[in-house]
Nanobody, 124 residues
């Protein structure tokens, strides 16, 4: 099992920044990639960004490219999501997830472990 704990959410004005963290514990060696997803009220969970543990390859949804940056600290088993130029439409619960196979990283149902989520609210 892999346990994931997100932190760093909060309330921010449009144009502001937040940095989310996801700390992994347990059988972290079984995880090959990490992803960030978000879910707004009444909407499906959507892919935001993902990163490979091994080579650091990164992937982004078109809606966040150029504004969000995903990174990792292998020594601390932690993944970060730096969110800049936030917009009201970025408001959602943000979840991190771990995947045993580093492929098809944008599909939420293929992830093996999930965190509890952290709320991000962007006011206009």
């Amino acid at each position: 099992q892999v346990q994931l704990v997100e932190s760093g959410g909060g309330l921010v004005q449009a144009g502001g920044s937040l940095r989310l963290s996801c700390a992994a514990s347990g059988r972290t060696f079984s995880s090959r990639a990490m992803g960030w997803f978000r879910q707004a009220p009444g909407k499906e969970r959507e892919f935001v960004a993902a990163i490979s543990w091994s080579d650091g390859s990164t992937y982004y949804a078109d809606s966040v490219k150029g504004r969000f940056t995903i990174s990792r600290d292998n020594a601390k088993n932690t993944v970060f999501l730096q969110m800049n130029s936030l917009k009201p439409e970025d408001t959602a619960v943000y979840y991190c997830a771990a995947k045993k196979i580093a492929s098809r990283l944008s599909i939420p149902r293929l992830y093996d472990y999930w965190g509890q989520g952290t709320q991000v609210t962007v006011s206009s």
